[in-house]
C-alpha cells in the first residue's frame, strides 16, 4: 500500500523583548540559575502579572507579516497543568481568542509549484522554566531563569506532507521572525522550538490517521531524520495489523529514536478558563496599520529585489536572503564595495566554505561586518591577490583581525614594484640554468616550472600576469 504522511506543526518561537511578559526580569540566555528571577515569574502567591506591550506589538507584526488577521479584541486565559518547571502550576496562554488567525506562509509544494501552509493560529504565552536532570545522579534541579520569557505559539494547520515542505517552512518562518527583529531564533539556544503532529494514512483517503507529538528537537537535521523515522515507525504498526497510540514522543537524535513521554493531552485536560488577573487586549485599526507602515522588506521581496536590481543569481539570493545575518553582511559589504556580484561571490564561496568548515551558523559570526568589504577592496584593488586574501579572510573570520593592517603587519601586500619583480626572476633564470636550456630546447612545461620558482621566490605576492610577462620578455 502507499502511504501519505501528514503533518502539522506547533513552533514557540521566544520573542526578542528584554523584559519578560509579565515582570521586569531580563531574558537574557543563560546567566547562573535562578538569577533572572522575581516574586511574580518565580509565581509567589498574591502577586499580579503586568503585561508587557512589547509583547503585543511582536505578535501583531508577526501576524502581519505571516499574512493572518489580528484578533482585535483578544484574551488570554490558564492553562492548568503542574509539573516542577512551572511554579504558578498553571500557564498563562491564549486558548479562545489568540491574537493571531488565518495566516500562511508560502513553500515549494511535491510538485514544485508554490503552495500555501496555512497558519490557523498564533498565540502569546509565557515560556516555563528549565529541569536540569544530567549533572546529578539523584536529583533534578530546577532553573527558572527561563520562566515567563515571552513565547509566541505558531499553530499550523496539518498541511504539510513531506519532510522538506516542514524544513522550507521553518526557514522561511524563521527568516521573517528575524527580519522583522522579533525573534533571534537560534535553535541551539532553544528560542524557535518545532513540534511536530505526524500521522499517516493510505494514499487517497481524506480520513486522518491518529497521530503522535514529537518534541525535543534542535535542528533542521534532526527534525528531518525524526519524521523520517516516525512516519516509518507509524506505518509498520498498521502494516503489522496493529494501532497507533495518540501519544507525545521524545526525539533522541543520538540514538535516532523516538521514544514515548506520555499521553497527548486534549484541551479539555487542561482546565481552561478566562485569565482573570489580565484585562482583555484591545487593538486599534490605527495600531495595526502603524505596524503595516513600519514593516521592513520582507525575504520574498528581497529576493526578487536582488535578482532583478541587482543581477544576482536565484540560488545565491535565495541562501542570502535566507538569513538576516548574512543579508546585513551583503548590504554592508555592497556599501563598501559599491559591487554586489563580488561581494555575493565571496560570500557564497569563500565565506560559506569557512562557516561549513567550522560548523558556524551566520548568526554565530563574530567579526566586524565592514571587514569583508574591505578586505574586497584590497582585492580589486590589487594590494593584495585572491589568494593571499583567502587566507586573510579566514584571519577575519577565526580572529576578527582588521584586514588592512593585518596586511600590513604580516607584509602580505603584492609587490608592483616591476623593478623588484625582475630582479628575483633575473636570480631564479641564474639559479635554473637546465630548465632555461629546456625551454629553449622548446619544452613548455619548463616554462611552468619558472613561473612556479619565481611566484615562489615572491612568496606569492606578485601578480601572477605579471611575472609571467617579465619571465617571458628575460628568457627573450
Ligand atoms: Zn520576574
Given amino acids: 500500500m502507499e502511504w501519505e504522511i ?4 506547533e513552533v514557540h518561537t521566544e520573542l526578542s523583548t528584554k523584559t519578560k511578559i509579565f515582570c521586569n526580569c531580563s531574558t537574557q540566555f543563560g546567566g547562573e540559575p535562578n538569577t533572572h528571577v522575581c516574586e ?75 503552495k500555501r501552509i496555512r497558519i490557523h493560529e498564533i498565540h ?10 544530567d549533572e546529578w545522579e539523584d536529583c533534578t534541579m530546577v532553573d527558572y531563569n527561563r520562566c515567563g520569557v515571552p513565547l509566541l505559539e505558531i499553530v499550523s494547520e496539518p498541511d504539510f506532507r513531506s519532510a522538506a515542505e516542514v524544513i522550507e517552512y521553518l526557514e522561511r518562518l524563521s527568516a521573517v521572525l528575524q527580519y522583522i527583529g522579533v525573534s533571534d531564533c537560534k535553535m541551539q539556544e532553544g528560542s524557535l522550538r518545532a513540534d511536530v503532529n505526524l500521522s499517516v494514512r493510505p494514499k487517497g483517503s481524506e480520513k486522518f490517521g491518529v497521530r503522535t507529538e514529537m518534541k525535543n528537537m534542535n535542528s533542521f537535521k534532526a527534525i528531518g531524520r525524526a519524521i523520517e523515522y516516525e512516519a516509518n515507525r507509524q506505518i509498520e504498526l498498521l502494516e503489522d495489523g496493529k494501532e497507533v497510540v495518540q501519544e507525545t514522543r521524545r526525539w533522541d537524535d543520538g540514538k535516532g529514536v523516538s521514544v514515548a513521554m506520555r499521553s497527548k493531552e486534549d484541551a479539555q485536560d487542561y482546565k481552561y478558563f478566562p485569565e482573570p488577573d489580565i484585562p482583555p487586549i484591545e487593538i486599534s485599526d490605527e495600531y495595526i496599520e502603524q505596524i503595516r507602515n513600519a514593516m521592513p ?25 535566507g538569513s538576516i545575518y548574512l543579508v546585513k553582511l551583503f548590504e554592508k559589504t555592497v556599501e563598501i ?140
Fill in 337 to 476: 564595495t559599491n559591487n554586489p556580484k563580488d561581494s555575493a561571490n565571496w560570500i557564497m564561496g569563500e565565506l560559506m566554505k569557512l562557516l561549513n568548515d567550522t560548523q558556524t551558523l551566520p548568526e554565530n559570526m563574530s567579526f566586524r561586518e565592514e571587514s569583508l568589504g574591505e578586505l574586497i577592496n584590497l582585492v580589486n584593488s590589487g594590494k593584495i591577490n585572491r589568494g593571499t586574501g583567502k587566507k586573510v579572510l579566514e584571519k577575519v573570520f577565526c580572529d576578527n583581525v582588521d584586514p588592512a593592517k593585518y596586511v600590513e603587519e604580516n607584509n602580505l601586500a603584492q609587490v608592483t614594484d616591476t623593478g623588484a619583480i625582475k630582479a628575483v626572476i633575473e636570480e631564479v633564470i641564474a639559479n635554473n640554468e637546465k630548465s632555461v636550456n629546456e625551454y629553449k630546447g622548446g619544452k613548455t612545461q619548463a616554462f611552468q616550472y619558472l613561473i612556479g620558482q619565481s611566484m615562489r621566490a615572491l612568496r606569492g605576492k606578485a601578480p601572477a600576469a605579471e611575472v609571467q610577462k617579465i619571465l617571458k620578455e628575460l628568457l627573450g
Fill in 40 to 114: 511574580i515569574c518565580s509565581g509567589m502567591p498574591g502577586t499580579l502579572p503586568l503585561l508587557n506591550e512589547n509583547v503585543v506589538r511582536y505578535a501583531v507584526r508577526t501576524g502581519v507579516a505571516t499574512n493572518c488577521e489580528i484578533t482585535q479584541y483578544n484574551k488570554f486565559d490558564r492553562k492548568n497543568y503542574f509539573y516542577p518547571d512551572l511554579p504558578k502550576a498553571y500557564q498563562i496562554s491564549q486558548l479562545y481568542l489568540p491574537i493571531c488567525r488565518n495566516g500562511y506562509i508560502e513553500v515549494t509544494g511535491g510538485d514544485g509549484s508554490p
Fill in 124 to 133: 502569546m504565552e509565557e515560556d516555563a522554566g528549565k529541569l536540569i536532570h
Fill in 297 to 321: 522588506e520582507l525575504p520574498e521581496a528581497k529576493k526578487r529585489r536582488y535578482i532583478e536590481e541587482l543581477g544576482l543569481p536565484e540560488y545565491d539570493t535565495g541562501i542570502i536572503t
Fill in 6 to 9: 501528514v503533518m502539522g506543526l
